[in-house]
C-alpha cells in the first residue's frame, strides 16, 4: 500500500514534443505529490507538487495532472528540449519527511 | 542561500568497517531525511529527524543509524559494512518538515 508506480522506465522524446510521465499510487492517506528531476551525479531536485485538493498544477512548461479518484497523477513537459534530458521521479508523502518514490522514468529528449 | 550540503562526496570503505556520513540542510530548516539511491532498489527512506528527535523510520537494518543535533546538521552511520551497501547516499532537508524537500548532491558509497 506504500508503494507508488511510475511509467515508462525510459521515454525518448523529440525537441518540441510533450513528454508524459504517469505515477499510480494506492494509499489514499497521501497528500502530497511532488516530481522531482535528476541529473547524473546530482542529488534529485523538486520540479513540480501538488496536492489532491486540486486536479491541475503549472509551472512553466511542467504541468501535473491529478486525478484523485483513479489514484494516478501524471507530469506533462510540453516542448521538451534537449536539456530536460535526465531521470524524473514522482513521490508521495503522508508522514513528515517520508517520501515513497517510483522507481524513475529516464528521458532522453532527441534534437 | 547556501543548499544542502553533504560531506563528503565520495567514499570507500571495507566490507566490516564502519561510516559516518555528513548533512549540513538549508539554514533554517529543521526537518532532515536520508535516502538510499541503488539503481536496483531505486530512491528508498532512511529516517528523517525534525529538531532533533527521529520522527519516520525505513525499514532498513539497525546497522543504519542516524542523529540530528542542535544545529539541525545531521550525520548518518553504517556500521558493520556490507557489500550490498554501496549507494548513494542523499540528505533532504525542509522548513516545513512535510514538504518543499531539498536534496543535496549526495555521498558516494562504495563498499569492497
Known amino acids: 500500500q506504500q508503494q507508488v508506480k511510475q511509467s515508462p522506465q525510459s521515454l525518448i522524446v523529440q525537441k518540441g514534443g510533450i513528454s508524459i510521465i504517469n505515477c499510480a499510487y494506492e494509499n489514499t492517506a497521501f497528500d502530497y505529490f511532488p516530481w522531482y528531476q535528476q541529473f547524473p551525479g546530482k542529488g534529485p531536485a523538486l520540479l513540480i507538487a501538488i496536492r489532491p485538493d486540486v486536479s491541475e498544477k503549472k509551472e512553466g512548461r511542467f504541468t501535473i495532472s491529478f486525478n484523485k479518484s483513479a489514484k494516478q497523477f501524471s507530469l506533462h513537459i510540453m516542448d521538451s528540449q534537449p536539456g530536460d534530458s535526465a531521470t524524473y521521479f514522482c513521490?508521495?508523502?503522508?508522514?513528515?519527511?517520508?517520501?515513497?518514490f517510483g522507481q524513475g522514468t529516464e528521458l532522453s529528449v532527441k534534437p | 542561500k547556501a543548499g544542502v550540503t553533504q560531506t563528503p562526496r565520495y567514499l570507500i570503505k571495507t566490507r566490516g568497517q564502519q561510516v559516518t556520513l555528513s548533512c549540513s540542510p538549508i539554514?533554517?530548516?529543521?526537518?532532515v531525511s536520508w535516502y538510499q539511491q541503488t539503481p536496483g532498489q531505486g530512491l528508498q527512506f532512511l529516517f528523517e529527524?525534525?529538531?532533533?528527535?527521529?520522527?519516520n523510520k525505513g525499514n532498513f537494518p539497525g546497522r543504519f543509524s542516524g542523529r540530528q543535533f542542535s544545529n539541525s546538521r545531521s550525520e548518518m552511520n553504517v556500521s558493520t559494512l556490507e557489500l550490498g551497501d554501496s549507494a548513494l547516499y542523499l540528505c533532504?532537508?525542509?522548513?516545513?518538515?512535510?514538504?518543499?524537500?531539498?536534496f543535496g548532491s549526495g555521498t558516494r558509497l562504495t563498499v569492497v
Open positions: 529527524y525534525f529538531s532533533e528527535t527521529q520522527r
Open positions: 539554514s533554517g530548516h529543521r526537518s
Open positions: 533532504a532537508s525542509s522548513n516545513t518538515g512535510y514538504d518543499g524537500y531539498t
Open positions: 513521490a508521495a508523502n503522508n508522514q513528515g519527511g517520508k517520501l515513497i
